[in-house]
């Protein structure tokens, strides 16, 4: 059992509960957030042990702050932090109502501000920790009716290259990986492994985590074989 511990922000049934399994099998405790308490519960259920259900409001600078907290009083530092929250509802930039627009900002960019900041506060003082950002697709480029997932995606981006370049001389390394594909465990007619499977994208995250200093890296793109780039 490590002494330090791991925070996943936005864990869901894809791929926030794969990290969040992932580092668990390593021996960490990990924080689980999540707004939904009976979700978060069920889940962890359905994991291995070290997985602590979190409730957390990640648009909620006070909540933010008393989770990290309340992560490092109870399950010991913070080794490695992943923000992967979002929120998109498609519609055409015609329709798109501000309300809509703001909700999916604030869910994808500011709440991946407030994370990586609170992780960056903590870990700034032992220069160490690694710091994940997920991205998509529309990192990169925005599509037609993607307008509330692409402004989120590449401001959060932007999060991510600013703190790395802040922060690796600080020895905390900051890595933003982006999912160019469909997330998926089930083979489709496009043959098998035509997905990008939960648990083989976990893998990616802890290998970050893991990489050594001389040669970390900032950006990682993961697609499957089938993808066009």
């Not at 703001?102 to 160490?128: D, I, P, Y």
């Not at 469909?182 to 290998?207: F, H, K, M, N, W």
């Amino acid at each position: 059992m490590s002494t330090e511990s791991v925070l996943v922000a936005g864990v869901g049934p894809g791929l926030g509960i794969a990290v969040a399994a992932r580092f668990a099998r390593e021996g960490y405790r990990v924080a689980m957030l999540a707004r939904s308490r009976d979700r978060l519960a069920t889940l962890a259920a359905q994991a291995p042990d070290h997985l602590i259900p979190m409730p957390c409001d990640v648009t909620d600078p006070a909540q933010v702050n008393a989770t990290f907290d309340e992560t490092e009083r109870t399950l010991g530092p913070l080794a490695c932090v992943v923000f992967n929250a979002g929120a998109y509802r498609r519609g055409s930039i015609l329709d798109i109502e501000a309300k809509d627009f703001e909700h999916c900002w604030r869910v994808g960019a500011l709440a991946g501000f407030l994370v990586g900041q609170a992780a960056a506060r903590r870990m700034v003082t032992r220069s160490a920790g690694t710091i994940l950002f997920t991205g998509a697709t529309a990192s990169l480029r925005g599509g037609a009716n993607f307008a509330n997932l692409a402004s989120p995606k590449f401001a959060l981006r932007a999060v991510a290259q600013s703190m790395a370049r802040e922060l690796g001389p600080r020895g905390i390394h900051v890595a933003h990986i982006i999912i160019d594909g469909q997330i998926g465990s089930d083979d489709t007619a496009a043959g098998p492994d035509s997905r990008l499977r939960p648990e083989a994208i976990a893998q990616v995250y802890l290998d970050l985590h893991r990489q050594q200093r001389s040669a970390w890296s900032l950006e990682v793109d993961l697609r499957p074989w089938v993808e066009r780039f």
